[in-house]
């Protein structure tokens, strides 16, 4: 799904959060939200959601015009920075849970929910962990499970919030090529929010540096590195090699 953003503003008492953000993100592509803490990069993202609404601008998804639709109508798959898995069920019943609360018309049967839900255990390659609750799971196994449950829609874009922040680099690093290889089965276009350099510029198709509320600049890895747009972004990219 291609998504179309123009002029989206927003404050949060009088302070100007998002100045004005123009953006495409192509259909299929995964696109990386990069900035410092601050920059509206988490703001951006839950007004894609619906679950926040900007003050001016339009956001079209595929020719619908979303700000008209409601966050469930919008189908999203949402991952978090803080597994919000449920304790007291299994990895298979958290991966089904968002299919078994759709709307009564739109909810698939059981046998068809229970092949939804192998299909992507197989997909994370956590098969072996189904029958486990979360609290014997590792904090990167249960980022497969959160991202499992948010793909279980079939969501039409795929948000994740930080989704590897509170791990250690070592498992970042193997969740990273990971979630590459799913994106690339999935084909869910997909917008990462992260303020690691490094991650964006391994995972994504193109990098969006944000800044106090703006977009400074938007290209591949390279593009940044040869030629950054102003020197806010020559000195985010240089702080942190
Ligand atoms: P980032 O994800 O880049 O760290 P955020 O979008 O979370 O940035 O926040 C941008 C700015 O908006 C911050 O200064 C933050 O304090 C402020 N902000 C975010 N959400 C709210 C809110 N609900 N109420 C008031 N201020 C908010």
Known sequence: ???????????FDDT???????LTV?????????????SGKTTLLRIIAGLEWPDAGQLVVAGEDWLALSAQQRRIGFVFQ???????????DNIAFGLSVRPRAARPGNAEIAQTVDELLNLLQIEHLADRHPAQLSGGQRQ????????????????????????????????RRWLRE?????????IFVTHDQEE???LAD????????????IGTADDLYDAPACPFVARFMGAVV
Request: net charge positive; aromatic share 4%.
């Open 1 to 11: 799904m291609t998504i179309t953003i123009k002029g989206l503003t927003k404050s």
């Open 16 to 22: 100007p959060v998002l100045r004005g953000i123009d």
């Open 26 to 38: 192509r259909d299929g592509e995964l696109l990386a939200l990069l900035g410092p803490s601050g």
């Open 82 to 92: 803080h597994y919000a898995l449920f304790p007291h069920m299994t990895v298979r």
């Open 144 to 175: 497969r499970v959160a991202l499992g449950r948010a793909l279980a829609i079939r969501p039409s874009v795929l948000l994740l919030d930080e989704p590897f922040g509170a791990l250690d680099a070592a498992i970042r690093r193997d969740l």
């Open 182 to 190: 799913v994106h690339e089965k999935t084909g869910s276009t997909t």
């Open 200 to 202: 964006a510029f391994e």
């Open 206 to 217: 193109r990098v969006v540096v944000m800044g106090d509320g703006e977009i400074l600049q």
